[in-house]
């Protein structure tokens, strides 16, 4: 039996710490062990707890002059403790500030309006982790613009993409088909006119907020 292969039955039946994943690594593939190290030796959750408290400050900013009784004894339900740990874990493993401001309007807005039912909640999260920044953009860029026009029906997709001219059209398609994939967006008139579905119109509180 060769030496590799020896330690990989080795890490196979053996390997049950952070360290023995580590040492395997380095003596097997060197020039990764030291990433690989780093990662597991807490870097890696320093990083993302700071982002957690990036999320929480953010909530704890938004809710310190906020009083409500209906809030106060829902944020102490079962169904609040799941979707804040939800919702946190994502913001943990989510690299870009952007979304992770999406995540903070996310929880607030479960704290303070008391609206959408606990599976809502959990679809909304699910399509907030789906999209992507340029998602963001289109999405923001579609408000602003339907805000100047001062309308309810939906935006001409031309206007759209006036708004996003530092965007290849096609790409701006590509988004807004994906959107529409989401149930977020909807197309009309012949591909000429988008709108946001209801559920959209839910979701679009926790993109575009002051």
């Given at each position: 039996m060769s030496k590799e292969k020896s330690q990989i039955?080795?890490?196979?039946?053996?390997?049950?710490?952070?360290?023995?994943?580590?040492?395997?690594?380095?003596?097997?593939?060197?020039?990764?062990?030291?990433?690989?190290?780093?990662?597991?030796?807490?870097?890696?959750?320093?990083r993302k707890m700071a982002?957690?408290?990036?999320?929480?400050?953010?909530?704890?900013?938004?809710?310190?002059?906020?009083?409500?009784?209906?809030?106060?004894?829902?944020?102490?339900?079962?169904?609040?403790?799941?979707?804040?740990?939800?919702?946190?874990?994502?913001?943990?493993?989510?690299?870009?500030?952007?979304?992770?401001q999406v995540y903070r309007a996310f929880l607030t807005d479960a704290v303070k309006s008391l609206g959408d039912s606990y599976d809502e909640q959990i679809q909304s999260l699910r399509i907030l982790e789906e999209l992507q920044v340029d998602h963001l953009k289109v999405l923001r860029a579609f408000m602003d613009e339907l805000a100047r026009n001062q309308s309810s029906l939906g935006l001409q997709f031309p206007s759209l993409q006036m708004r996003l001219a530092e965007m290849q059209r096609d790409h701006i398609r590509d988004l807004v088909s994906q959107l529409n994939n989401m149930g977020v967006t909807n197309i009309v008139e012949k591909g000429q006119i988008l709108s946001l579905t209801p559920f959209g119109q839910r979701l679009i509180r926790y993109i575009v907020h002051d």
């Open positions: 039955d080795r890490f196979r039946t053996n390997a049950e710490t952070a360290i023995d994943i580590a040492s395997f690594v380095s003596s097997a593939v060197p020039w990764i062990g030291g990433p690989v190290s780093n990662a597991l030796s807490g870097i890696s959750a320093g982002r957690v408290r990036e999320v929480i400050e953010g909530l704890v900013s938004e809710l310190k002059e906020f009083k409500s009784e209906a809030s106060e004894a829902y944020v102490k339900t079962d169904e609040f403790q799941e979707l804040l740990e939800h919702t946190l874990r994502k913001a943990a493993d989510e690299r870009n500030e952007d979304k992770r």
